[in-house]
């Protein structure tokens, strides 16, 4: 089965499935290598019923798929992998109020672990809450509309990462509240 190389998943159920600590940990294993249950919970040192449910979740929903069999222990076992490369998270602003917080919440998050990472790379943040708010306008701003262009594009990672830029560069370039953020962020940091 051939793999899309990016994915915009629009559906909020399929969206709440995949953000999910464990089922994201999985997507992050099957990123590199197909892999079968009992592997995974090896690698990630879950029980294989845990790892079963959170697959067939993930596959119920189209972001991993069965792609081959292998025996273990002459019974057979499946082996799956990612239905994409690059999944884009992109749920419709009218989608139910519950969900709409989840993906919220998911935002923060992965705000919160970017501020870790900037400094892990050992740059000084001034004000961590102030540079939280200001990423996740900076970034609501530069997806908006962003997901609906990608939607059954068959671009490869690369030109995705370069297509991106060009579209940060675009926006930045347009929109006055975008370059103020730009200019409040590189203020906050060193």
Not at 74 to 101: C, T
Not at 115 to 144: A, C, D, G, P, R
Not at 154 to 176: F, G, H, Q, S, V
């Amino acid at each position: 089965m051939d793999k899309e190389r990016i994915k915009v998943v629009r559906d909020p159920k399929a969206i709440i499935i995949g953000i999910e600590k464990n089922r994201r940990d999985i997507l992050k294993l099957l990123r590199f290598n197909d892999l079968t249950v009992s592997q995974i919970a090896e690698i990630l040192g879950k029980d294989e019923s845990t790892i079963y449910r959170h697959i067939k979740k993930l596959e119920e929903v189209g972001l991993v798929d069965a792609v081959g069999e292998r025996k273990r222990y002459h019974i057979p076992e499946k082996i799956y992998g990612r239905s994409s490369n690059l999944y884009i998270y992109a749920m419709d602003e009218k989608a139910p109020e519950k969900e709409m917080k989840i993906k919220q919440e998911y935002k923060k998050k992965m705000i919160d672990n970017l501020v870790v990472q900037l400094k892990k790379l050992n740059y000084k943040l001034e004000n961590e809450e102030k540079l939280s708010k200001l990423l996740l306008e900076f970034f609501s701003l530069i997806h908006k509309d962003w997901n609906k262009k990608l939607e059954n594009k068959n671009l490869d990672l690369e030109m995705y990462r370069k297509l991106y830029t060009i579209n940060l560069i675009l926006k930045a370039e347009k929109d006055k509240r975008i370059r103020d953020i730009i200019r409040e962020i590189a203020g906050s940091i060193e």
